[in-house]
Nanobody, 115 residues
């Protein structure tokens, strides 16, 4: 069992930056592929970025070059550094941990990009 708690969301102006954190409890954090997803009002949840246990990353085309995912296995935490934020990045951001058939979700953190 893994519990995930996101933090770091908030209101930011276009062009600004935020760093999201997702702290995990439970054991074996390092074996999980960790991902950040987002869901905007009226839209489906979509993958933003993911990082495997080996450190390989992948990103949605819409965030490539602006967002960076990283993990600290010792702290059981995954991060999402978001730069050059746009209004279309506004959404609830969710942390996900996945391994084989197991998947866990955090409660989400709101990110609002607005002037």
């Amino acid at each position: 069992q893994v519990q995930l708690v996101e933090s770091g969301g908030g209101l930011v102006q276009p062009g600004g930056s935020l760093r999201l954190s997702c702290a995990a409890s439970g054991s074996m954090f390092s074996i999980y592929t960790m991902g950040w997803y987002r869901q905007a009002p009226g839209k489906q949840r979509e993958l933003v970025a993911a990082i495997t246990s080996g450190g390989s990353t992948n990103y949605a085309d819409s965030v490539k070059g602006r967002f960076t995912i990283s993990r600290d296995n010792a702290k059981k935490t995954v991060y999402l550094q978001m730069n050059s934020l746009k209004s279309e990045d506004t959404a609830v951001y969710y942390c996900n941990a996945a391994w084989l058939t197991f998947a866990y979700w955090g409660q989400g953190t709101q990110v609002t990009v607005s002037s």
